[in-house]
Nanobody, 117 residues
Framework: QVQLVESGGGLVQPGGSLRLSCAAS????????MGWYRQAPGKERELVAH???????KYGDSIEGRFTISRDNAKNTVYLQMNSLKPEDTAVYYC???????????WGQGTQVTVSS
């Protein structure tokens, strides 16, 4: 059974930082690309960050160098370090694991990030 369990969300003031974690089980983690999407109320889901199985990275246009995605294959975990948070970063953040070769994507349950004073 595949599980992606996110943690690290919460309430933070503008300009603050959070680190999200996503622990995976039930997959050969090192073979999967990992990443994060987010969805705010009334808005479309958008890509936040993506890291391939070889640790190539890409980020959504709105991130502007403030976030860093990383992975630890020994711990089957992907991280999202978020700095200089803005109110517009408020959303539910979803972790995913995907392999295009077998057309599979798994999703976590989401974690709420709220940026507010």
């Amino acid at each position: 059974q595949v599980q992606l369990v996110e943690s690290g969300g919460g309430l933070v003031q503008p300009g603050g930082s959070l680190r999200l974690s996503c622990a995976a089980s039930g997959i050969s983690f090192s073979l999967y690309a990992m990443g994060w999407y987010r969805q705010a109320p009334g808005k479309e889901r958008e890509l936040v960050a993506h890291i391939t199985n070889l640790s190539s990275r890409k980020y959504g246009d709105s991130i502007e160098g403030r976030f860093t995605i990383s992975r630890d294959n020994a711990k089957n975990t992907v991280y999202l370090q978020m700095n200089s948070l803005k109110p517009e970063d408020t959303a539910v953040y979803y972790c995913y694991a995907g392999r295009t070769t077998i057309k599979v994507t798994y999703w976590g349950q989401g974690t709420q990030v709220t940026v507010s004073s």
